[in-house]
């Protein structure tokens, strides 16, 4: 194929009326590679901060399984894979510069014959996404960790898993996966993850209360040397530090000891799951003198505890309160929204709140999802929200 030369490229400049002057002096003649291809590459659009990371030599990896929307996960984010189409035609040059490059290049030759190695008309769009890691709680539950007596007495180890087998399962970014493995209370053992039984993490909690109160020593100040010593002949003393991390803040005090501050409002409602797991329904004013029957000498139960583990029912006479965690609930949000409608025709915001906060993306407020999934009306001076489609 003939190559054109610059007084051709001049006239076609000449009959689309263009004036030289006014364009770059370097100029890319393009022509087909006998090789030219559509099927061979996949665009994938990067934003500034991911583009940086790949730069620097960071990894991005598509996850999901064969019945999954797959995601694209960086080392800390998730994102959403979509196909967008474009009416241009997308070009693939090997080696094109850019005018930025072409201005700065002074040695750059006058006239550049390129060859397009592939076409595409469509590219790979990246949207922010919520991990998806409610499938985590159920791997993990399969195999629950009831304490080292009743694994020695198992017929058989069951399944466990790894991070890399979880990250292979899971569509989230490792930093997510990890941050979501602390939420659901997962401990390390053996190398491998699991989620003790909530019978024996209240068995823990309860002997750590329990020394608090026989040593008089303030929730704020736990010692954990002196924790686990004393623990050591009931419970393994890693299980003893875990429940800690799990239930208070760790620091270091000025004289250099490792210690731990109760979180007052965790262990509440804890307390407040264990009474009511095996109950369909509780009277509120009873279950209210329960629980604070039930917690530790000193500390105090209030109602906002119970956000997102417990549902209030204030139209009923008595009163009543059931469990109902969000972490149990559908992770679609239609779903979630169909699901919450079909228990509860119509909702205030204070009471629907707690079950779908998690749902909001970057930047979207709780009122944004209730205008956009709810209907919203006025209800004895108070609004609430009822779905906007029949709910079967």
């Not at 990896?61 to 009416?87: F, M, P, Q, W």
């Not at 909690?205 to 109160?213: E, G, M, P």
């Not at 119970?306 to 059931?322: F, I, M």
Request: net charge negative.
């Amino acid at each position: 194929m003939d190559r054109r030369t610059r007084e051709e490229v001049n006239a076609t400049l000449q009959v689309a009326k263009l004036v030289p002057e006014e364009l770059l002096d370097t100029v890319h003649c393009l022509s087909f590679s006998p090789s030219v291809t559509s099927g061979e590459y996949s665009l994938l659009e990067l934003d500034p901060t991911l583009c940086e990371s790949v730069q620097r030599g960071q990894s991005l990896i598509i996850r999901g399984d064969k019945n999954e929307h797959a995601v694209l996960c960086s080392g800390d984010k998730t994102y959403d894979l979509k196909i967008a189409d474009t009416s241009n035609l997308l070009l693939f040059i090997p080696g094109c510069g850019t005018p930025e490059q072409l201005t700065a290049d002074k040695e750059t030759r006058n006239l550049i014959h390129t060859q397009i190695s592939g076409f595409s008309n469509h590219y790979w769009e990246l949207r922010r996404c919520r991990p998806k890691v409610k499938k985590l709680k159920k791997l993990l539950m399969e195999n629950t960790y009831e304490g080292p007596d009743v694994e020695r007495n198992r017929d058989s180890a069951g399944v466990t898993y790894t991070t890399e087998e979880l990250l292979n399962q899971i569509q989230a970014s490792e930093q997510e996966l990890t941050d979501q493995l602390q939420v659901i209370h997962a401990c390390k053992i053996e190398g491998c993850w699991r989620i003790l039984e909530f019978d024996y993490e209240m068995k823990l909690l309860n002997h750590i209360t329990q020394l608090v109160d026989s040593e008089s020593w303030s929730f704020s100040r736990v010692p954990l040397d002196v924790c686990l010593q004393e623990l050591q002949t009931l419970e393994p003393p890693n299980m003893i530090e875990h429940c800690l991390m799990c239930y208070g803040k760790k620091y270091t005090d000025d004289a250099g000891k490792v210690c731990f501050a109760l979180n007052e409002d965790k262990i509440c409602r804890a307390t407040a799951q264990m009474l009511l797991q095996n109950a369909v329904k509780f009277n509120l004013s009873e279950f209210q003198e329960v629980w604070q029957q039930s917690v530790p000498e000193g500390m105090t139960t209030r109602l906002d505890q119970l956000k997102g583990l417990a549902l209030l029912d204030r139209s009923s006479r008595p009163e009543t309160v059931c469990i109902l965690k969000t972490e149990d609930l559908p992770e679609d949000t239609q779903d979630r929204f169909n699901y919450l409608f079909g228990i509860r025709e119509k909702w205030s915001e204070v009471d629907i709140a707690p079950y779908i906060q998690d749902l909001c993306g970057e930047k979207q407020t709780i009122g944004a999802l209730l205008t956009k999934y709810a209907r919203s009306s006025i209800q004895n001076g108070i609004k609430v929200y009822n779905s906007r489609r029949p709910i079967q």
